[in-house]
Structure formats: C-alpha cells, structure tokens
C-alpha cells in the first residue's frame, strides 16, 4: 500500500498546510453555526475534498450520490480519471464515467454489472469503499470476526470486516439508542455532512506523519549514534532487574552473570552524544519471564515472576530503579513475557514506580501484544506512563524446521497480526486512552529456511541473517526478491556459500513503511526502533533496503 500511496500524499502535502477554518461558524449560508458537522465540512472545503453545491451553500442535509463519492475519493487520493471502455452497464455516458473507472482501477469499487451512480450512497457503502481504496480489503476479511459494538451488524453479514476494520480506524462512529446500544445504520443514505466527517477522519489520519521517533541504544548501537540527531529520543539498554535467592531483587548494570544490558565502557561516548544534540534519554530497564532463578527453598521460577511475585519484592525493585535513574530522562521499563496471571502484579509495580519517581522523570513502557501475552493492562498503564512502546513484532516461527515441508512462509511481522495488536492498544474501552502517548515498535529481524528444488524445507535448521549478510545477499545476480500481499513482508531467495538455496522473510524499507502507514490510520504516529546498530541504510537502487531514508521522509 505504502509505495501506492506516496504519489497521493504529494499531491495532499500543500493541502495540509492550509489552516482549517475555525469552528465558530461555517463560510456556507445553509450550515447551522451550532451544527455538530461544522468542523467537519471545514476541514473537508480547506483540504480540497468537497465543495459547496454553490458559492454560498454546501448542501447541507442533502443527500450524496455514489458518483459523487467515488469523485471525491478520487481527489482524496490524487487519482486522476481513467478514459476507457466504460466497465459497467449504466455508466457509459454519465459525467463521473471517468472517475468511477480510476476508483475500479485502484481497487475502491468491483466490478460488472451496474455501478448505480445516482443513488443515494448508504453509510455502509462509503465505509466499505473508504476501506478499499486504502488497499486494506484483505485485511477487513481477517477482521470480520471481530467484536463490533453495533447491534444492527450481524456476524455473519458480508462486509463485516469491511465495518470492523473502518469502526477500528476511527472512520465510522455508531448512534446510540435509548436502551444504551449503538445502531450503525448500514443501509441509511449518508447526507453531505456524514460524508465529509467520514473523509476528514480519513484525510487526516492517512496524511498524518511521524511526530515522535525514538530508539533503543544497546549492544552494538555506537556506530549508528549519528542518526540520533534526528530522533526525539532514546532508551539506553544499560540495566537488568536480577534476584538473589538471599537478598531479592537489584539492579544489575554489570556484566555480572552473563547480563548484556550493562553499562559499557565509554559510555559517556553515548551520553555526549545525546546531550549535544538535546536528545532525551531513558534508563530501560529489562526482565523477562524465561529466565530462569531457582530460590533459595529450590523452587525454581524467573526474575520477573520472582519481583512481581509480592509487595515486598516490588517495593525493593521499586527502590533499585529510583536510585539509578538520577542522570536519565526518566526509565523505560521492558517487562517481556508477561502472562495474564501478572497482569494486575505488574500494574502494582508500575502504579508503585510512578509514585516514587520523581515528577520530573518520565516514565516509558514496552508492552507486547494480547494474542500470547495478555499481562499488560493498557488502559493502566496508559494512565500512568508517558509513552507506551507497543512491540508488535517478533512474529516468527522458531520451532524446528521440518525437513521435506512446502510451508516455507515464516513472515516476522505479518499484517493481520499487526493490525489486531493496534487495535487492542488503541481500544475504545480497553486501550490506551490518549493515543498520542502510544509508538509502534519495528524490529529488523529475518527467518527463513534452506530449500531444495521444489521449494521445500531443506534442512531442521531456522536462518536468522543479520543486516550485514542480507545486505550481501540481496546485492547476489541470483538473488529474486518476493512480496506477500497478504503478510506485507518481503523474502528473498538465493544462493549459499555452500551452493544450497535459502529462503528468507525479512524487513525492509516498504514493510516497515507499510506498518508505519497502518498504525496512522489507528491514529498512533509515534514509532520507536529496536535498535541502533541495526537499522538498514543501504541505499543501492532497487533494493528498498534503505529503511532510515524512508523514515524520514515520512516525518
């Protein structure tokens, strides 16, 4: 979707720039000024979307054909009229012909039969071709079991998805009952104004950009430390929770048991860096249930289930991080592996930890998504922490490969799957409130598999290759690039040092512009990258593996 849609937000750029009418009033004769679709049919006249019937009136109340719509979805997305053998029966000589045939080209409407382009256009029908025309029709279908809250939406009816996928974007809103309900009226003809409240919502999350770019700096992050310059902040991974059996939960900042979040020599290299170019930076502060601790009754257990296991351990975790976070922006927490059974023990902890920062210490969190771990309450922790990183990635399938399979699709941030995650942090009633405070997560990662000649799984063995490798192997004369619609990951196919062949899924520059693209239209507009040292700036023609690059141009 991402490298369809860069033409149209080109030509909406200078559109953005003009200012949207104040709300006290409308500029048309026929809006009442008190109307709740004032703000609306501003918006919508200022971005170029719609225009009044005449100089003086808007057509207030009046009903919007369907050729009316597709007209203006066209202009939405810079498409412009295609001249061909009319592809319905009734459109031949109508005057948005054109327009209808450039909106079938791009996927917004199917074709055959009758295209209908006097009558009224209903609710249902604008929801469903908003949907499309953002190239998302294979993922409304992943989401047509979702939960909607409309009770006139039946589960098995035809563009559920189409609904569900809309309702989540914010571009639809359902009308309450006196019994306490929500109707969306489907099959209602939509009037001028609904239109233009329905496009606006579209509009300006669609050209939106992002407004907080952020990082993690750990391991091998230095020689990306320039690029830092053009962040709005960072997270240092320099700090590990640990328990001893005895003495219970501490800081490790050491390399002391085989810890990698430490505190490196030259450090202040780092932090320099960060304090020349006024970047703020946290202490992130890692634990994960897969680690193994065995107490001092022999029971065995983890860290992190050991520290949120009781008041009194929270409270000493608590006291470990207050004290280490004086030279900090404030402390990113990275809880990982978090199971419902935790849930309300780790909001303990969070609820403890906000309270006896100081107010000046901002206060991050990674999460991870509900499909696996559901240990995270974002509507809490949203509440109490500044900013929540939501990690919707790491998707890959790591169990042992089996030899002579034809399943070698092993996507590390599949889309459906990406999508259900934003919309259970962006939750209506359950999510993070203020969605400004949420940032999607891109991890670069890589699996794949080596292949025989028939495509199948060659060997019991998971590839992960680093950057640098795909780097080569993408540059390879045999290397053959693919792309999944379906997944919106690309894979790569080549050959070995050992003259086997290998299959790959991987990031790159459109996967991660794509996800970039899907978490604005759920209104998230922050992105956090994991991590320095590991972000793609290859910038070698046709290889779309400069990920940076495109990055910034979508700020």
Known sequence: MFRRLTAALLTVALLCCVPAAAAAGSRYSDVPPDDWSVTSIEKATEYGLMEGISASTFGYGYQMNRASFVTVLCRMFGWTQVTAAPSYTDTASHWASGWIEAALQHGAVESGGAFRPDDSITREEMAVMLVRALDYDQLASSMASNALPFTDIATGASNRG??????????????????????????????????????????????????????????????????????????????????????????????????????????????????????????????????????????????????????????????????????????????????????????????????????????????QPPDWYKGYDYRALGELCDKVILMAHDYKDRSTPVVGSSSTDNPVTPFPQVAEALAAITDPDTGVRDKSKIALAIAIDSAGYQIDSNGKIA??????????????????????????????????????????????????????????????????????????????????????????????THR
Do not use: C
């Open 162 to 367: 189409y609904i569900a996928l809309a309702f989540r974007f914010g571009i639809i809103n359902g009308v309450k009952q006196d019994d306490g309900t929500y109707r969306f009226f489907p099959d209602q003809p939509s009037n001028r104004e609904t239109a233009a409240a329905m496009l606006v919502r579209v509009y300006e999350r669609y050209t939106s950009k992002i407004d907080w770019l952020h990082a993690f700096y750990a391991f091998g992050s230095y020689s990306q430390i320039s690029l830092t310059a053009q962040m709005d902040a960072v997270s240092v991974g320099w700090a590990r929770l640990d328990v001893d059996p005895l003495s219970g939960p501490y800081l490790n900042q050491t390399t002391t048991g085989g810890n990698e979040w430490n505190i490196p020599s030259g450090a202040s290299l780092a932090t320099d860096a960060f304090k020349a170019n006024g970047i703020p930076y946290n202490l992130s502060v890692f634990s994960s249930t897969s680690d193994a601790l065995t107490l001092s009754d022999g029971t065995v257990t983890s860290d992190l289930a050991a520290i949120l296991a009781s008041e009194a351990a929270r409270t000493q975790a608590v006291a470990a991080i207050v004290a280490a976070v004086g030279p900090y922006n404030g402390v990113t927490i990275d809880f990982e592996g978090l199971r419902e059974d935790k849930r309300e023990a780790f909001t303990a902890f969070m609820t403890a930890l906000r309270a006896a920062l100081p107010a000046d210490k901002a206060l991050w969190a990674a999460v």
């Open 459 to 552: 060997a019991a063995t998971l590839y992960s290759p680093g950057v640098d490798t795909l780097t080569n192997r993408l540059r390879q004369a045999d290397a053959v690039r693919g792309w999944s619609d379906v997944y919106r990951n690309p894979y790569l196919t080549y050959t070995g040092d050992d003259g086997s062949t290998y299959r790959v899924w991987y990031e790159d520059a459109q996967s991660v512009m794509e996800k970039i693209q899907l978490a604005a239209m759920f209104g998230v507009t922050g992105v956090s990258l994991w991590r320095l040292g590991n972000i793609p700036t290859v910038s070698d023609p046709g290889l779309d593996y400069d990920v940076w690059s495109s990055l910034l």
